[in-house]
């Protein structure tokens, strides 16, 4: 087992020992880093949003730091596109297969979102899939595309090995990142943004960079052995969450993305995203809802509000100060952050501003 510095909590450093960059000037940079290296404008932008957006809700393994430089790798290598063309494969009035074409996850999550909400003003709901794209990242942008257009959204991706079935020790699922969004009038959208294993790699990246161990029961080794060190996910075998349940959950997301699409991968075949000379094949599923077709906008709304404070006003644990609904503690991480300002811890900041020097583009802190 790798040497491991320390067994701190997992809280993060405090925000005041980094530098802080101002969420537009991030969303200009990293926009003009990818239009830099072929990527359309409207496309940039998109991923660009979608990368922030991590960033502001304290997920740096998902944001600008870590999502910007792979996708730059990956179009550099070819193991993802340049083009953010999503061909129409099959499509009816409320559902659609798309082909992404190696296209970066974060444009072709959001295009067939938007396409999902399209169809869904007609009809009430609509369902797609993507098939051969990339990474799509956070999980959670996608949902709250469709709530900015008053309905709900969900959108599940399926992924590279790192899972076994129940019993076994040979890696066959991804850990499945899924996302569903609600809207809310008086409060926040709810949004719950998961995987089916107990703790994601991104997690486990950012506790190997803080230099601390896992919590026990979250990974073992490629034989099946505990291990504590966050360092080896990547050979080793991520727990899924619940046991059975998170497994049975991987397996019918698998279905529902890898094989439904019907492109060229599916489990155990995905890639890895820091594979750059390799198409990933990742597929997409999405789901839009418009309430219009049902009870209403207005009617949904005053419904969530007052789910919402039921579970405000529900009694606490010992050491519990309140009861938060998915979601809402990363919107007001995110209303601060858009305020004052998104820390940047200095390593990650280095490595932003070395790939806009590629570019003849600089990033200023604060």
């Known amino acids: 087992m790798a040497v491991v510095r320390s067994e701190s909590s997992s809280r ?6 980094a530098p802080t960059i101002d969420a537009g000037d991030l969303r200009e940079f990293a926009a003009a880093v990818l239009q830099a290296h072929g990527m359309a404008g409207s496309d940039a932008t998109r991923a660009a949003d979608a990368m922030v957006w991590a960033d ?19 179009m ?3 193991g993802t596109s340049t083009s953010g063309e999503l061909p129409v494969v099959a499509e009816t009035s409320a559902t659609f297969v798309l082909d992404g074409r190696h296209a970066w996850g974060q444009i072709a999550a959001s295009k067939a979102m938007m396409a999902a909400v399209e169809k869904a003003r007609s009809v009430g709901i609509s369902v797609g899939v993507v098939r051969d ?10 949902p709250l595309l469709a709530v900015a257009e008053g309905m709900i959204g969900i959108a599940l991706t399926n992924g590279p090995p790192l899972i076994a079935p129940s019993g076994g020790t040979t890696k066959l699922l991804g850990n499945q990142a899924h996302a569903i969004g609600c809207p809310a009038n008086r409060h926040h959208p709810i949004v719950y943004d998961a995987a089916t294993t107990a703790m994601s790699t991104s997690e486990m ?3 190997h960079e803080r230099g601390e161990l896992l919590p026990e029961g979250v990974l073992y080794t490629a034989d099946g052995t505990p291990t504590r060190d966050p ?3 990547v050979d080793g075998l991520l727990a899924p969450a619940g046991g059975h349940r998170g497994y049975g959950l991987s397996l019918m997301f698998e279905i529902l993305t890898g094989v439904l699409a019907g492109g060229p991968r599916l489990a155990p075949d995905v890639g890895h995203p820091f594979e750059s000379r390799e198409p990933q094949g990742v597929a997409l599923f999405v789901v839009a809802i418009d309430p219009e077709h049902s009870i209403g906008y207005e009617e949904l709304t005053r419904r969530v509000d007052s789910l919402i404070d039921r579970l405000h006003a529900s009694g606490t644990a010992p050491g519990i100060e309140r009861i938060y609904v998915p979601g809402e503690r990363s919107f007001i991480l995110a209303e601060k952050r858009e305020r004052d300002g998104i820390p940047m811890p200095t390593g990650r900041l280095a490595h932003l501003r ?7 583009l600089t990033l200023t802190s604060r």
């Open 56 to 74: 502001l809700r304290g997920r740096y393994a998902q944001g600008t730091s870590s999502k910007l430089p792979q996708c730059v790798a990956r």
């Open 205 to 207: 990246d950012l506790f």
């Open 12 to 17: 993060p450093p405090p925000e005041r020992a």
């Open 133 to 142: 794209c990339s990474s799509a990242a956070a999980m959670g942008y996608y």
């Open 354 to 360: 070395r790939i806009g020097s590629e570019s003849g």
């Open 231 to 233: 360092s080896l996910w």
């Open 76 to 78: 550099k290598a070819g």
